[in-house]
């Protein structure tokens, strides 16, 4: 709640939740003010706070910010930056690339990282929650007021722990998170705003400086949808200052032997902040000078560096996010020439490569900025593309979608509602090892859906409940995420009914829920931890689909054919143990001979990959199936008869 009365009358039409982006590099904070969202400048008069906090040894108050930042050179080891990674992961979720910060990291295996200043252990969600206090404060103090909730955004690949790391960050900075959203949905909702007409189909490119999003979101008369999501939460501008460092560390390297700047402390920090600084220059100048006297006590690092090296270092780290492009439109079921808008956010999305790279994948029509130079494929130029929409300030706007989202839940926008997507499919295992999808990936969110499930084999009395992500067509190639057991009175094959019932809440949280319909006995499970799925492992999840896609078919369809095999060989051999006598010699040899081509073909299964020949074994159960007409009326009449004489 605000308590400001004196201001109450001023700023009744301002929402009381604020909008945050608490980015990997830099962080942000806005508010709704009188139906316009803002995004607050901090104590620096600057509206984007680098999300880096420094913990000074004399124990005083941890420094959040600019101030932070300056302290990176002089006490790396005590200055955090590029937290976000951390945030609700643990070691074996973290590639080597990924743990290389020049701070140190606690990541004993299987366990949450922590971070390590001096003799203290620190969460990454206590140290997120140091930017969220400066943010809050940043924004009490320019609106005079106090706040006490929060939106804050993430990138669509977080998983749940995650994003329950993010809430968790929010609590100990002293904010309710009333709401976690997408990045990208966020931008779309703060572009949406005043520059799209109704019933437009947009596409967000947000390249920060560690994650990269794609989004396609549809407007349709106020109401956004997204239609498709896809992302890297290891590509950024970070790997091009990377690529820039060890340019940088080659060039030290022939110009002197005897200098290894990889053994100073300070040499590397700085070199990587110069490496940074020259790319962000270069995005505006042609030329820049990188300049830093006493690298080492003995050596001046002086080079310059021009757009076009810059571009051919940067290039392959752009080019990395054309296939997340091009699936993301083809998930959402449309052609790049559908889409009205590509939006660009995130500071990365300044570099003018960034931009004349993304106008190609897309085929944008109006792209004059860099053409001047660069050679264009023929594809290039549609009068029908879509506008390549650059914006004023690409890293403002997921903050200033954080503040409308805030409103839209106090009710002061609520023309406009907004809805995410499942990143991948949820379902869960049925028999034979297949996965039963109950949730497809790309639905909109909150989500839920439900499937009565039977036993597959007699007198089971519990049934287990095993729930996966992905989405591939064996269970054993998705993602485990849990399981849980559900008892039941012991019954015959196919009759006890347990309904399963899948529910993704608005953060994104996974509710399953499990009933015997006979007793109407439930059982709930709640997937906080999807902790051990690897988020940037989604890509590949769906490459591994992609790319299986016509092996994986081939295996369901043998999997179901050979069940109903198995279905009819045990009813067949039932049968004949019941009725053989009652049989003409000619007739048993006939279904013994189609029995035994039956088995012929499931005794040629591929054991290890699980196939076999499809169309065979369809042809075997089909031959069996008819021959056993008679056989199965026999068997019919027989019962029939033992029950009605009582035997
Ligand atoms: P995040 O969402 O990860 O916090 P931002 O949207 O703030 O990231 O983008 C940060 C990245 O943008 C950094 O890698 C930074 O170097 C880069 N960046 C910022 N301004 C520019 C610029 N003018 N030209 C090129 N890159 C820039
Ligand atoms: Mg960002």
Known sequence: MMSCPLLAEQYKHMSNIIGIDLGTTHSAVAVVDSGFPIVLANAHSKRLTPSVVHYPSDQKAPKVGEEAVRMRTIAPDRTIYSVKRFMGRRSGDLSDREKEVDYSIQAAPNAPIQIQIGEALLSPEAVSAEILKSLKAAAESAMECTFERAVITVPAYFNDAQRQATIEAGRLAGLTVERIINEPTAAALAYGLNRLKDQSKIAVYDLGGGTFDITVLELNEGVFRVLSTHGNTCLGGNDIDQAILN?????????????????????????????????????????????????????????????????????????????HCLRAISDAGIRSEDLDQVVLVGGQTRMPLVRERVSEYFQCSDFEET?????????????????????????????????????????????????????????????GGLMNVLIPRNSTIPAKAGEVFTTAVANQKEMLIHILQGEREKAADNWSLGQFVVSFEKAPKGVPRVGVQFEIDANGVLHVLARDIKSGKEQIVEIKSAIDVEDHKVTEMVESSVEHAMQDWDARRWIENKLKANDLLSAVTQSLSDCSEDLEPDYLELIQEKVDVLKGVLARENKENQSGDVDALKRAVAELDDATQTLAQIHLDKITAEYLTGA
């Open 247 to 323: 340019h940088f560390l080659s060039v030290i390297r022939t110009q002197s032997e005897k200098i290894d700047v990889t053994q100073s402390e300070e040499a590397l920090p700085r070199l990587r902040e110069a490496a940074e600084q020259a790319k962000i220059a270069l995005s505006t100048e042609t030329t820049t000078t990188v300049e830093l006297p006493f690298l080492t006590p003995d050596f001046h690092f002086k080079l310059e560096l021009t757009r076009e090296e810059l571009q051919s270092i940067a290039r392959p780290i752009i080019e990395r996010t054309k296939q």
């Open 371 to 431: 053409r001047g130079d660069v050679r264009l494929g023929d594809s290039f130029h549609t009068a029908s593309g879509p506008e390549l929409n650059t914006g004023q300030n690409p890293d403002e706007a997921v903050a200033l979608g954080a503040a409308i989202q805030g409103a839209i839940l106090t009710g002061e926008m609520s023309q406009m509602t907004l809805l995410d997507v499942t990143p991948l499919s949820l379902g869960i295992e049925t028999f």
